[in-house]
């Protein structure tokens, strides 16, 4: 077979052109749906509608990727769910893809509220158990994950409702399968994690998740999920938060002695954070996280 000749120079120019215009006409879609002057339902009909259209050339990833408050990590855990190729194109799906793709974008353009994650930290004994407490009985539109630990309960703690309480041989099998968002080990002694299917699921849902975890686990869910927020939790004053850890009385004295001076490497990395909050009150304290997560 001889070899296919190659498009005379004027042939590449034109093609080179429309390649081009073609590129332009795709930013200006995206460029739409990022300053809410169209939707992205809206998007996608049209490049069902019209196969032709630069809409229909999009990639969904593309697509989902141009929504305000949806970054990359996000958009491949949502395409995951929605079972698409990060190659497809949103005018190359095929039935059951449009459907889901279409139920999920209702779903979220629908509600009054778009998915967010915040992630809540600060030193021990800042108040941030009391602070989610309030966040969860108070605020019940806001998703509040709970960790799982190795830890015993504590005076009052539920399993399922407070924590997961697991044994250290469950705490290893879920590391190994990939179960955890994030997992630390705090104070030297009980570790820590955020099971991550129940995250996944709220946000593909179109919810809005705040999680209450230790400053290791918010360093490693901002490196997963960098559009997360993140919120550190301050105490009104150290002389204060001396006061709460000894108050509660949950600790033996060399162990409220450790937490103290982990507590002042906690409180030095708050310039880390993206917002700060002072628990003065704890009413006030949930107030201001829960405004973080429209």
Same mark, same amino acid.
């Given at each position: *077979?001889?070899?296919?000749?190659? &498009?005379?120079?004027?042939?590449?120019?034109?093609? #080179?052109?429309?390649?081009?215009?073609?590129? @332009?006409?795709?930013?200006?879609?995206?460029?739409?749906?990022?300053?809410?002057?169209?939707?992205?339902?809206?998007?996608?009909?049209?490049?069902?509608?019209?196969?032709?259209?630069?809409?229909?050339?999009?990639?969904?990833?593309?697509?989902?990727?141009? +929504? &305000?408050?949806?970054?990359?990590?996000?958009?491949?855990?949502? *395409?995951?769910? %929605?079972?698409?190729? /990060?190659?497809?194109?949103?005018?190359?799906?095929?039935?059951?893809?449009?459907?889901?793709? @279409?139920?999920?974008?209702?779903?979220?353009?629908?509600?009054?509220?778009?998915?967010?994650?915040?992630?809540?930290?600060?030193?021990?004994?800042?108040?941030?158990?009391?602070?989610?407490?309030?966040?969860?009985?108070?605020?019940?539109?806001?998703?509040?994950?709970?960790?799982?630990?190795?830890?015993?309960?504590?005076?009052?703690? +539920?399993?399922?409702?407070?924590?997961?309480?697991?044994?250290?041989?469950?705490?290893?099998? *879920? +590391?190994?399968?990939?179960?955890? %968002?994030?997992?630390?080990?705090?104070?030297?002694?009980?570790?820590?994690?955020?099971? @991550?299917?129940?995250? /996944?699921?709220? %946000?593909?849902?179109?919810? @809005?998740?705040?999680?209450?975890?230790?400053?290791?686990?918010?360093?490693?869910?901002?490196?997963? *999920?960098?559009?997360?927020?993140?919120?550190? %939790?301050?105490?009104?004053?150290?002389?204060?938060?001396?006061?709460?850890? +000894?108050?509660?009385?949950?600790? #033996?004295?060399?162990?409220?002695?450790?937490?103290?001076?982990?507590?002042?490497?906690?409180?030095?990395?708050?310039?880390?954070? /993206?917002?700060?909050? $002072?628990?003065? /009150?704890?009413? $006030?304290?949930?107030?201001?996280?829960?405004?973080?997560?429209?």
């Amino acid at each position: *077979m001889s070899p296919r000749p190659a &498009p005379p120079q004027v042939d590449r120019a034109a093609a #080179s052109r429309a390649a081009v215009a073609a590129r @332009r006409a795709r930013a200006a879609v995206k460029q739409s749906i990022a300053t809410r002057n169209r939707s992205a339902r809206e998007v996608a009909e049209t490049a069902w509608a019209e196969p032709d259209s630069p809409e229909a050339g999009l990639r969904v990833r593309e697509l989902l990727g141009s +929504i &305000p408050g949806l970054g990359p990590t996000r958009v491949a855990r949502i *395409m995951g769910a %929605l079972g698409i190729a /990060d190659s497809k194109r949103t005018g190359g799906l095929g039935v059951r893809q449009r459907t889901a793709l @279409r139920d999920w974008l209702t779903a979220r353009e629908g509600g009054e509220t778009t998915s967010t994650l915040v992630v809540l930290a600060g030193p021990t004994a800042v108040g941030k158990g009391t602070v989610s407490a309030y966040i969860r009985e108070h605020y019940p539109e806001i998703h509040l994950s709970v960790s799982a630990t190795t830890r015993a309960p504590r005076p009052g703690e +539920i399993d399922g409702v407070h924590y997961f309480f697991v044994s250290d041989d469950e705490f290893d099998r *879920m +590391i190994a399968e990939g179960e955890l %968002l994030e997992w630390a080990t705090v104070h030297n002694s009980y570790r820590y994690g955020t099971p @991550r299917p129940p995250i /996944d699921a709220a %946000l593909t849902a179109g919810k @809005r998740v705040l999680l209450e975890i230790d400053l290791q686990g918010a360093r490693q869910v901002r490196e997963a *999920m960098p559009e997360a927020k993140l919120v550190f %939790l301050l105490p009104p004053t150290w002389e204060e938060l001396v006061r709460r850890l +000894i108050g509660r009385g949950t600790e #033996s004295p060399e162990e409220q002695a450790r937490r103290l001076e982990t507590a002042k490497v906690e409180l030095a990395a708050q310039d880390e954070f /993206d917002h700060r909050v $002072v628990n003065t /009150d704890v009413a $006030v304290a949930a107030r201001e996280v829960v405004e973080l997560t429209s």
